[in-house]
Nanobody, 125 residues
Framework: QLQLVESGGGLVQPGGSLRLSCRASGFTSDIYAIAWFRQAPGKEREGVACISTTNEICYYANSVEGRFAISRDDAKNTVYLQMDNLNTEDTAVYYC??????????????????WGQGTQVTVSS
C-alpha cells in the first residue's frame, strides 16, 4: 500500500516563502507522477504542480508559475514544493497525490488515486 505524508505548512506573511514536503512510502514503484493540489474554503480542489518519475514537469498552474517550484529527491522518496512570494490567495490546504495510471493528467485531481492528508498553508499579515 502506498502512503503519502505532507509536511511544511504553516503561517507566513505575504511575500514570504515555505517549502512543502511529500514523502512516499510503500509501493512507490507504482507511481508515475507526484502532484501538489490545493483547496481553499468554498473552492474546488485545483492543481498546483506536477513532476513525473522521470523528473519531467507535468504541470504548473498559471497562478503559481515563476513563484513555485516542484522538485524530487528519489533517495528520500520525497517531492518538494518550494513556494516563494506567497500571497493571500495561496492560502489553502495543500495535498500531494500520486498518479498510479499512465494516462494521468498533471493538473486533474480525478486522475490521481493516492492522496496525503493535507497540510495547511496560511498567508496573512
Amino acid at each position: 500500500q502506498l502512503q503519502l505524508v505532507e509536511s511544511g505548512g504553516g503561517l507566513v506573511q505575504p511575500g514570504g516563502s515555505l517549502r512543502l514536503s511529500c514523502r512516499a512510502s510503500g509501493f512507490t514503484s507504482d507511481i508515475y507522477a507526484i502532484a501538489w493540489f490545493r483547496q481553499a474554503p468554498g473552492k474546488e480542489r485545483e492543481g498546483v504542480a506536477c513532476i513525473s518519475t522521470t523528473n519531467e514537469i507535468c504541470y504548473y498552474a498559471n497562478s503559481v508559475e515563476g513563484r513555485f517550484a516542484i522538485s524530487r529527491d528519489d533517495a528520500k522518496n520525497t517531492v518538494y514544493l518550494q513556494m516563494d512570494n506567497l500571497n493571500t490567495e495561496d492560502t489553502a490546504v495543500y495535498y500531494c497525490a500520486a498518479a498510479l495510471d499512465i494516462w494521468y493528467k498533471g493538473g486533474n485531481p480525478a486522475t490521481f488515486r493516492s492522496w496525503g492528508q493535507g497540510t495547511q498553508v496560511t498567508v496573512s499579515s
